[in-house]
C-alpha cells in the first residue's frame, strides 16, 4: 500500500512538473529571448538558447520610445478604470442582488445582453462621443467609457446572492440606510470578489490595444501596449525590442498577481457561479 501511495504521488508530481513546463515555456522564451540578437531572433530552426547575450534590445526600448511616459499612462489609465470600476460594479451589484425594484430583472437582463455585442460595432459611435465631449486624446476620454462593467456588475451581483440576508435584516434593525448597510456591512465581506474583478479589470486594460489606441492621437498619451506596437511596421517588425518592451510590461502584473493570488483563488471559488 505503501509502495503504491509513493508510486501515485511520483506520477502526480511528474504530471505537474511536465504542465508546469508548458505554461512556463512561452514565458522562459519570451525572457531568455530578449537578451538575443536581432540575428539570433531571426534564425531558423529557432533555438532555445543564445550563443551569446546582450543587453542591447532592452537599451533599444529606452532609447526608442519614451517607455517611462508609456509606463505612467497605463498605470493612471489601468489602476483608475479598476478601482472605479469595481467600486460601482459592486454597488450596481448589491443593488440587483438584494433591492427590489421595478423592472430589476429586465435591467439585468438588457446589462447581460452588452456582453454579447462585439467591441468592434461601438468602436465608431464611442469614438464620435468621445470626440464630441471633448476629452479625446485625455486621461478622462480613456477612463470614463470603462468605468463600469456588465461583467464586473454580474460577479459582483452572484458574490451578493451568496451571502445571507439576515446581514442585511440585522442592519436595518440598527437604523441603517441602504447605502450604509452595503458600504458597512456588505462591502467588507466581497474583499475576494472585489480583488479578482479588480485583477481582471487591471489586466484587461494593461494589455488592451485597441481601445488606447483609438482614443489617443499623441505619443505622449500612448499605453505600454500602443507603445510596442510602434516597433511593429509596415513590411518590418523589431522582434526584439518588441520582446524586450513586452517583458517590461509583463512585469508588474506578475508582481500584482503575486500578492493577490490568494484573494484571485478565494474570488474565482465564489463569484460568477450563481445567478
Known amino acids: 500500500m505503501g509502495k503504491k501511495m509513493t508510486w501515485g504521488k511520483a506520477a502526480s508530481y511528474t504530471g505537474i512538473l511536465f504542465l508546469l513546463v508548458i505554461v512556463l515555456h512561452p514565458f522562459l522564451w519570451l525572457f531568455i529571448s530578449t537578451f538575443k540578437v536581432e540575428q539570433e531572433l531571426l534564425k531558423y530552426p529557432p533555438t532555445f538558447f543564445a550563443e551569446f547575450y546582450t543587453l542591447s534590445q532592452y537599451m533599444n526600448v529606452w532609447d526608442r520610445i519614451p517607455l517611462l511616459d508609456f509606463f505612467v499612462n497605463t498605470v493612471i489609465f489601468a489602476v483608475t478604470v479598476a478601482v472605479v470600476s469595481v467600486f460601482l460594479d459592486s454597488m450596481a451589484g448589491y443593488a440587483f442582488a438584494r433591492i427590489r425594484f421595478r423592472g430589476n430583472k429586465l435591467l439585468f437582463t438588457l446589462i447581460l445582453i452588452t456582453l454579447m455585442v462585439p467591441f468592434q460595432v461601438l468602436m465608431i459611435p464611442l469614438f464620435v462621443e468621445v470626440y464630441k465631449l471633448g476629452i479625446l486624446n485625455t486621461y478622462w476620454g480613456l477612463i470614463l467609457p470603462r468605468a463600469s462593467s456588465a461583467l464586473g456588475i454580474f460577479l459582483m451581483r452572484s458574490f451578493f446572492i451568496s451571502l445571507p440576508k439576515d446581514l442585511e435584516e440585522s442592519g436595518r434593525v440598527d437604523g441603517l440606510n441602504e447605502f450604509r448597510i452595503y458600504w458597512n456591512i456588505m462591502l467588507p465581506l466581497c474583499k475576494p470578489a472585489m480583488v479578482t474583478l479588480g485583477i481582471f479589470h487591471l489586466m484587461n486594460n ?27 511596421g509596415q513590411r518590418s517588425i523589431e522582434y526584439g525590442a518588441t520582446l524586450a518592451a513586452a517583458t517590461l510590461a509583463l512585469l508588474p502584473l506578475l508582481f500584482v498577481y503575486a500578492i493577490a493570488q490568494k484573494y484571485f483563488v478565494q474570488g474565482v471559488a465564489t463569484s460568477g457561479l450563481k445567478g
Do not use: H, K, Q
Not at 489606441?213 to 511593429?232: D, P
Open 206 to 232: 494593461w494589455n488592451d490595444l485597441l481601445y488606447p489606441l483609438m482614443m489617443t492621437s499623441s505619443t505622449e498619451m500612448r499605453t505600454l501596449s500602443a507603445g510596442i506596437a510602434m516597433f511593429v
